[in-house]
């Protein structure tokens, strides 16, 4: 049977915390700059097949223009009404550059002008590719130019339309450094500002999405805050019941000895309740964190804290913890908060291992869709999350009657309380015999 930590991380996120999809990846502006490009070059390739239909050009240039125009057509039809992109926007750029060949061989043996419509072709693929492709689409464009040329200089009567019209011909071809030039230049201006848009859009989306993680924390802490009203009123209940029905019996009874009995039930009484209430001071602690700052903390740093802190049960165990936070070194979050749920993870594992066997834990840090995630696993005994899957990460519940193990219930309710608080969510996958594997949003970026 394949154990927990064989398992690869589920990172099937959308369906594990109903996370809402991610947009195709481009932002609205550029959607809508490349719905106008695919407009905008169907009709003017239309147009162009027509004039050289018109004008009599050869016969492989009006088979291109005619197989372009149908292209752009079914591209702009799936963006537009169906919201699709049936291509990357490197193929449409690509695209763009075989039809400035197509109708540069058509037409430039009547003007030389036609080279200032690859101007605009380089403005529109600018614009909407991204900044990191630039450079890239560039090269490739100076390279299909000069190619171009090249043959056109070499086959003039196979490549051209009417080549016995230009005055002179010759490689490269004339206004080709002009041209360059100012591709060159274009490329640079839009460069410098769609990093600079790009900066203010990163900036803007960071504030979008701290305003939406502090609205979502309000909302679990407003929840948690009703809900602990509710727990606290009803938990307290039946203990203080029963301590005043101790009081009203202890007055009947006669002899010392039932009186005694009465007062060792009392103590006990006492202590239950006592210990809810040091658990809800313990649980109602968490929302006095949240008043302070929240901090960059390092997640080896905060690990090694913990580790410190359990270095005896980690050595008597002679449990392995394992971790890999390269993926994601850093988070910003309550230092409290988060060592408190390594704590609480690692202890856990460490209570519910098998006998026999030395615990095993593995901690990692990942970015899944947006979502910055812990994870952590180990090879204890497991949880039969069929018969107890609602009640995992409830107070006071838990699921083994393992000897010599201190356990309340409480570590994973305040595990997921003080998650939810912070706007994030908690998971577990588990099989009996063979261990648990917890998946916590932290918060998404």
């Known amino acids: 049977m394949q154990s927990i930590l064989a398992m690869p991380l589920d990172h099937n996120l959308s369906s594990r915390f109903d996370v809402a999809q991610p947009d195709s990846g481009r932002d609205l502006l550029e959607n809508k700059i490349f719905n106008a490009a695919a407009l905008v070059f169907f009709l003017v390739s239309i147009a162009t097949t027509a004039l050289a239909a018109f004008y009599e050009s050869t016969l492989w240039i009006r088979l291109s223009l005619s197989l372009l125009s149908l292209?752009?057509?079914?591209?702009?039809?799936?963006?537009?009404?169906?919201?699709?992109?049936?291509?990357?926007?490197?193929?449409?750029?690509?695209?763009?550059?075989?039809?400035?060949?197509?109708?540069?061989?058509?037409?430039?043996?009547?003007?030389?002008?036609?080279?200032?419509?690859?101007?605009?072709?380089?403005?529109?693929?600018?614009?909407?590719?991204?900044?990191?492709?630039?450079?890239?689409?560039?090269?490739?464009?100076?390279?299909?130019?000069?190619?171009?040329?090249?043959?056109?200089?070499?086959?003039?009567?196979?490549?051209?339309?009417?080549?016995?019209?230009?005055?002179?011909?010759?490689?490269p071809f004339p206004g080709f450094y002009r041209l360059m030039s100012l591709v060159i230049l274009i490329a640079v201006i839009l460069n410098y500002f769609k990093k600079s848009y790009k900066r203010e859009r990163a900036e803007s989306k960071l504030k979008s999405r701290l305003l939406i993680n502090n609205n979502e924390a309000l909302r679990h802490r407003n929840?948690?805050?009703?809900?602990?009203?509710?727990?606290?009123?009803?938990?307290?209940?039946?203990?203080?019941?029963?301590?005043?029905?101790?009081?009203?019996?202890?007055?009947?009874?006669?002899?010392?000895?039932?009186?005694?009995?009465?007062?060792?039930?009392?103590?006990?009484?006492?202590?239950?309740?006592?210990?809810?209430?040091?658990?809800?001071?313990?649980?109602?602690?968490?929302?006095?964190?949240?008043?302070?700052?929240?901090?960059?903390?390092?997640?080896?740093?905060?690990?090694?804290?913990?580790?410190?802190?359990?270095?005896?049960?980690?050595?008597?165990?002679?449990?392995?913890?394992?971790a890999d936070f390269s993926e994601f070194p850093e988070i910003v979050y309550s230092r409290l908060f988060l060592e408190s749920i390594f704590l609480n993870m690692i202890s856990n594992s460490i209570k519910y291992a098998r006998p026999g066997v030395a615990p095993i834990i593995k901690i990692t840090s990942y970015e899944d869709d947006g979502l910055i995630m812990l994870s952590f696993s180990d090879n204890g005994i497991g949880i039969d999350l069929e018969r107890h899957g609602k009640d995992v990460f409830k107070m006071y519940k838990t699921f083994h009657n393992k000897k010599n193990v201190d356990s309340k219930g409480v570590g994973l309710f305040i595990t997921k309380n003080q998650v939810e608080i912070m706007g994030g969510k908690i998971d577990i996958d588990s099989t009996p015999g063979q261990g648990s594997q917890f998946f916590i949003e932290l918060y998404r970026l």
């Open 71 to 171: 292209v752009f057509l079914y591209i702009f039809y799936n963006a537009y009404y169906n919201g699709r992109y049936v291509l990357s926007i490197k193929i449409f750029a690509l695209l763009t550059l075989a039809f400035n060949d197509v109708a540069w061989c058509w037409s430039i043996s009547s003007t030389y002008t036609a080279n200032y419509f690859f101007v605009l072709i380089i403005v529109v693929n600018l614009t909407i590719l991204k900044v990191k492709d630039h450079f890239g689409f560039m090269v490739i464009t100076l390279i299909n130019v000069v190619v171009v040329q090249y043959l056109a200089y070499t086959f003039p009567d196979q490549i051209l339309t009417n080549p016995e019209l230009i005055e002179t011909l010759q490689f």
């Open 223 to 322: 929840e948690h805050l009703e809900s602990m009203a509710r727990m606290v009123s009803h938990n307290l209940r039946s203990p203080m019941a029963g301590l005043k029905m101790i009081m009203n019996l202890f007055d009947r009874m006669e002899t010392q000895k039932e009186k005694a009995e009465l007062l060792e039930n009392f103590k006990t009484g006492s202590q239950t309740m006592f210990d809810m209430v040091d658990d809800f001071s313990e649980i109602l602690m968490d929302y006095r964190e949240l008043v302070k700052d929240l901090e960059t903390l390092n997640l080896e740093q905060s690990l090694a804290a913990v580790k410190k802190q359990l270095a005896p049960q980690i050595k008597e165990s002679k449990a392995t913890i394992s």
